[in-house]
T-cell receptor
């Protein structure tokens, strides 16, 4: 059973370019979460999606960042006009609802390390 | 807002000893608390989840306690091995709705042989 897959693992962009990060959840999981980890800081929640729906984007910057989880295909985190401060590790996690209706345990992918030059 | 603290950035212990990591939280009553392990350059790996109505949970050499009065969780690794060296993250649910997790900054454990 394949785990959460993310690609690319490393991404280098120049300031002003667009970055697209992809995440394929674990088989059977319908919930996807994106987190950002800056150097020397903890993981910070960005956005929570279910298929074709953004459930909670309260942790995502209002500008330049967007996320989607289409009916078919991976979830995409898109960062437009990247700046140096966007350099970080971006992790995707997935979960499935338990009997209580909560998506408790989140399983993480290996992350995409974005470097903005 | 919720705050979660892991009060040791680094912990160094000898092989065979028990490592004890602490996680404290404020301004919140989480439905559950989780511990993850993260190795350099890798994603966090789920270890254990403990619910608010559970006092203790074990998995092999790992033990987690959850004291909702003290607002604290302790994470123990018994008979530690060099392979246990990693950063351990404490996380709690943000709003009891199965959405965001709030993570501590982690404690980096080094086990020397």
């Amino acid at each position: 059973n394949a785990g959460v897959m993310q690609n690319p693992r490393h991404l280098v962009r120049r300031r002003g370019q667009e970055a697209r990060l992809r995440c394929s959840p674990m088989k059977g999981h319908s919930h996807v979460y994106w987190y950002r980890q800056l150097p020397e800081e903890g993981l910070k929640f960005m956005v929570y999606l279910q298929k074709e729906n953004i459930i909670d984007e309260s942790g995502m910057p209002k500008e330049r960042f967007s996320a989607e989880f289409p009916k078919e295909g991976p979830s995409i985190l898109r960062i437009q006009q990247v700046v140096r401060g966007d350099s970080a590790a971006y992790f995707c996690a997935s979960s499935q609802l338990d009997s209580g209706g909560f998506g408790e345990t989140q399983y993480f992918g290996p992350g995409t390390r974005l470097l903005v030059l | 807002s919720q705050k979660i603290e892991q009060n040791s950035e680094a912990l160094n212990i000898q092989e065979g000893k028990t490592a004890t990591l602490t996680c404290n939280y404020t301004n919140y009553s989480p439905a559950y608390l989780q511990w993850y392990r993260q190795d350099p350059g890798r994603g966090p790996v789920f270890l254990l989840l403990i619910r608010e109505n559970e006092k203790e949970k074990r998995k092999e050499r790992l033990k987690v306690t959850f004291d909702t009065t003290l607002k604290q969780s302790l994470f123990h690794i018994t008979a530690s091995q060099p392979a246990d060296s990693a950063t351990y993250l404490c996380a709690l649910d943000r709003d009891q709705a199965g959405t965001a997790l709030i993570f501590g900054k982690g404690t980096t454990l080094s086990v020397s042989s």
